[in-house]
Structures are given as C-alpha cells and as structure tokens.
C-alpha cells in the first residue's frame, strides 16, 4: 500500500489514508478464505507474493492501533508528531522496502470483481490458461523432436562375484547409531539496553515477513542502532531466543 503524495499538503490526509488502508486490509481478510485460483482473480493485483491470514490479521490489528494514536495526538494538536507519520510512511514507501514482491497491495471495493465469487475454479483457470498459450511464441508450441528410447542392449555394470560380495560384507563392522547432540547456544545472563533495543528490532521484523539475512541491514538503517558487525554479532547470540519469541506470536 504506496503512500500517494507528498506529506503534509492537506489536513486530513493520514486519515483517509488509513481509512483506505483500513478497507484494503478488511477486503483481504475476506480475500484468505478464497482458493488461489479466484483470489488472482477476485481484483487487479498487481506482482506480489500472496499474504498469508497472520499477516493480513496482524496488519489489521495494527492499522486499528495507529488511528488510535492518530486521533489521540489530533486531540492534543500535537501536529508535529502527524507531519512524522506522515513522512515516515512516504519514505518507507520511498527507500525503505527491500523486498518488491512481499507486500499487502491496496484493495478497493470499486475493482473488486464480484463475478469471482460465484465462478467455478476451472471456469476461472481455463481463460488464464488460453491466455498463456496464446502469448507463447510459435516455436514453443511446436512439439519437440522424441528422445530416443533406451534399449536393453545399454551396458549394464557387471555384478561382482559372489566369493568377493561375500567377503566385502564379512568385513563390514556396524558400528551402533549414535544419538546427535544439538548443542544450543547460551545466551550471557544479562542483556544490555543495546541487546534488547536489537533483539525488538528484530522480532517485529521477523513477525512482518522478513528472512534472517535481511535484518542486519534493515535494524543498521535505524536510528540510534549499533554498527552492523554488532547487530549481527547480537542476532547470532540470540538467535534461539528470537525464534523463539516470533513461534509464541504467530501461534
């Protein structure tokens, strides 16, 4: 969901964005219980990844939380922490994203195409398919040339003698399975107000969708964050730990 202007030009204008962000979100809480075939049908998406339902209620869940603080700080006429979200969510918009595909893309009751609903999946999957066969290049709808078949003359490996088979298993020892040990790290027995602030960091960016490799880079682009070898050196020491706060959420 793309931040449309520029900050700031227009009273009012974060709350008719959330508002449409708040619509979108609804839509695609409907949109989770569809097979895929209807959902890339059901609105013109453009290329994204399909949201998963945790992400879409997590994202609802959120949306509700900043209108509040919105309203709250209108309230207090508090414009300069307004004028902030705005300019954060046009630079997240802006530079922030890394990953083009994962996203939640913006869903409007007047593109949503209500046919969908009532249409058999093959219905729905056999002009998709006409579509794409159409597109292919003629070469590519020529058959190709068949493989030559193998024939029961191909040479086979000659099997050993059974005196020498016999043998090679006599001196075969079998030593008992041995049970692997998993050693787990330990984390130190304090954490510094540095740990925690990079081990938050990295537990909401995990819960939002990003992979392990991306977080160093993503947490080191924050204010007030230590050096990247730092983060890295952290999110390796608490590795377990943040997984392990990430499954207790999603569960």
Known sequence: MAHESLPGTETGQLDALLDRWQVSLDLHAKYSALDD??????????????????????????????KRLVAQRQAEGDRACIEGIEIMGFLATLAGLTVVDRFI???THETERRDV?????????KPAADTARSRAPPAAREPTA??????????????????FAAAARRDVRREPARTATVKQRKAPATVTQTEHVVIADAVRLLGWGRQWHELAEMIARLSERPSPSEIRRILRTYRDQID???TRRRD
Do not use: N
């Open 117 to 125: 609903f009532a249409a058999s999946p093959k219905a729905i999957a």
């Open 146 to 163: 068949r493989e030559p078949k193998r024939t029961a003359e191909t040479t086979r490996q000659m099997p050993a003698p059974p005196t």
């Open 37 to 66: 075939d209807r959902y890339w049908h059901v609105q013109p998406w453009p290329k994204h990844e399909r949201p998963q339902r945790w992400i879409i209620q997590l994202a609802r869940k959120r949306i509700l939380a900043l």
């Open 244 to 246: 392990a706060v990430v």
């Open 105 to 107: 893309p913006l869903a």
